[in-house]
Nanobody
Framework: QLRVVESGGGSVPSGGSLRLSCVASGFKSGFSVEHYSLGWLRQAPGKEREAVSCIRTHSNDTYYADSVKGRFTISRDSAKNTVYLQMTSLMPEDTANYYC????????????????WGQGAQVTVSS
């Protein structure tokens, strides 16, 4: 059964950095994280879930929400079946629960429909 698990959340002051990790597992033989598109989404209390970034299957194509463009970087380590979200210049409005998700469509529309979801990692940015 496919599964993703996030880690790396925490509390930082405004302007700080964090790196979230998402380890994927449960692949059939011959498959890896390379065969799926993965995304990072976030949800703050009282707000809708927002797609932050995604990385497309079998390519290095990446997409970002305007709110994080230039500050966040998504990357994939296929050997480790891990996807990262490097977050810099964090702002209080970045405070949210961040979810890793796998098995969806990754393009400039940054859709929120994925087949597999993690439990979330809390990121809190203080002013």
């Amino acid at each position: 059964q496919l599964r993703v698990v996030e880690s790396g959340g925490g509390s930082v002051p405004s302007g700080g950095s964090l790196r979230l990790s998402c380890v994927a597992s449960g692949f059939k033989s011959g498959f890896s994280v390379e065969h799926y598109s993965l995304g990072w989404l976030r949800q703050a209390p009282g707000k809708e879930r927002e797609a932050v970034s995604c990385i497309r299957t079998h390519s290095n194509d990446t997409y970002y929400a305007d709110s994080v463009k230039g500050r966040f970087t998504i990357s994939r380590d296929s050997a480790k079946n891990t996807v990262y979200l490097q977050m810099t210049s964090l702002m209080p409005e970045d405070t949210a629960n961040y979810y890793c998700a796998m098995g969806g469509r990754c393009d400039s529309r940054l859709e929120r429909t994925y087949a597999v979801w993690g439990q979330g990692a809390q990121v809190t940015v203080s002013s």
